[in-house]
């Protein structure tokens, strides 16, 4: 499956003690953001009390800030969650599948699909960032598989998905939940999606989950595809964040 030459399996652990949790911690996507649109929704209400021509207008921002920051700590604690146990459910698989997750970082994709995966290999990769992620590290990913149960289908490398150290055509799935759109130039998000085609095999499935507009940019890339909203429990902080759900049959 693996190119030897590039290749950083993290599949066993490292040398540091795994961290102990009793059940799979997923962490908060893009962490900054909730907590400064907390802080400035709190803010808003405080000048609401001492700024009283502007009481009204202070009032409405800080609810609509609050608003947003629960909207988005619902969509990174719970309801993501539940929307990929739904398209893996549609997603038909078999039990023996070998499915590669790019931009796998805690796990949360990752290991609902090797729960689903008692005869086949769940890979995800990742290069960490806590940016992206809070607490972005493989020892936590292997930890979390440990909690659920699912280790011995778990396999991690330190990759970067724009140059993939696996062969052509070496897996039945190919997942992605909110990450190539991290990757900051259009040239090397295109990379990333050339690079999950390419390591697909023939009839395998291509489901990748992000902002609506990159989607629709994604499945232009590749050629066809389908493209359909994933509604309000994947909206991070509002619909102007809408996640949309790509997936793709690669043609034989």
């Given amino acids: 499956m693996s190119k030897d030459s590039n290749d950083s399996p993290l599949d066993s652990p490292p040398d540091s003690p795994l961290p102990h949790v009793r059940w799979p911690r997923y962490g908060v996507d893009a962490p900054a953001f909730p907590v400064v649109s907390g802080i400035a929704g709190a803010a808003c209400y405080l000048a609401a009390g001492r700024w009283r021509p502007g009481r009204k ?5 800080g609810t609509a800030l609050m608003a947003s920051t629960g909207i988005f700590l619902n969509t990174t604690l719970h309801g993501k969650l539940r929307i990929w146990r739904r398209e893996l459910d549609r997603a038909g698989l078999k039990g023996n599948e070998q499915l590669l997750d790019l931009g796998c970082g805690r796990g949360a994709m990752l290991i609902e699909a090797a729960k689903r995966l ?10 960490w960032s806590e940016k992206d992620q809070s607490g972005n590290r493989p020892e936590v990913t ?13 396999e991690i490398h330190t990759a970067d998905m724009t140059a993939l150290p696996f062969e052509d055509n070496s897996f039945d799935v190919v997942t992605s939940a909110l990450a190539i759109h991290n990757i900051p130039s259009p040239e090397g998000r295109y990379s990333a999606v050339n690079e999950a085609m390419r390591v697909l095999r023939p009839g395998g ?14 499945a232009a890339r590749i050629g066809h595809g389908t493209v359909r909203a ?17 997936h793709v049959v690669k043609e034989h």
Avoid at 118 to 127: F, I, Y
Avoid at 205 to 218: H, K, N, S
Avoid at 230 to 246: C, E, F, I, M, S
């Fill in 205 to 218: 499935q291509l489901i990748i989950a992000d902002f609506t507009p990159m989607a629709t940019t994604y």
């Fill in 57 to 61: 207008v202070m009032v409405a921002a």
């Fill in 230 to 246: 994933l509604g309000p429990g994947y909206w991070y902080g509002g619909p102007w964040l809408r996640v949309a759900l790509l």
């Fill in 142 to 154: 292997l930890a979390n598989a440990t909690a659920a149960g699912v280790a011995d289908r778990v």
């Fill in 118 to 127: 008692p005869m086949g290999r769940a890979v995800g990769v990742d290069l």
